[in-house]
């Protein structure tokens, strides 16, 4: 089988379109979740913490004051950027919220398609009596 072959054969796999799809999604999903920690919640947060942007609370490591906008003081040098962090933070955890709910959700449904059955103890072997029972009982009737 040829490499282009090969390569045909895999790009075609379920396997491969739905990683595709999935990745998709979830990069238009990412951008929601992105928008509603910016736009919606640390607005709030930061109304909360003293009416400020929380994602331009930083600390200047080259010496300069902290009146800055968070992109000017990028320019200036170097800047321990902690609010954007937290920012970053409060999206990934609700990111990875959702995704879990998502999962367990989809758990939950195939459970239901697809009940597991109880565990059934494989027969075990006869006692040795009843063996040699049946052999009698067996070799009688031949005799009949």
Do not use: C
Not at 106 to 118: G, S, V
């Amino acid at each position: 089988m040829s490499m282009m072959q090969e390569f045909k054969a895999f790009a075609i796999k379920g396997n491969v379109v739905d990683l595709a799809v999935g990745v998709i999604i979830g990069a238009a999903f990412g951008k929601i979740v992105e928008s509603l920690v910016q736009d919606i919640i640390m607005p709030v947060v930061g109304r909360i913490f003293g009416g400020l942007d929380f994602a331009n609370y930083y600390l200047p490591l080259n010496g300069q004051g902290t009146q800055l906008t968070l992109a000017e003081a990028k320019k200036a040098g170097a800047v321990l950027a902690y609010g954007n962090f937290v920012t970053i933070l409060i999206n990934f955890l609700i990111l990875a919220f959702i995704i879990f709910q998502m999962v367990r959700l989809i758990n939950r449904a195939r459970e239901m398609a697809h009940p597991a059955q109880p565990d059934v103890p494989a027969p075990s072997a006869p006692p040795e009596d009843i063996v040699l029972l049946r052999e009698i009982r067996d070799s009688l009737k031949k005799q009949a």
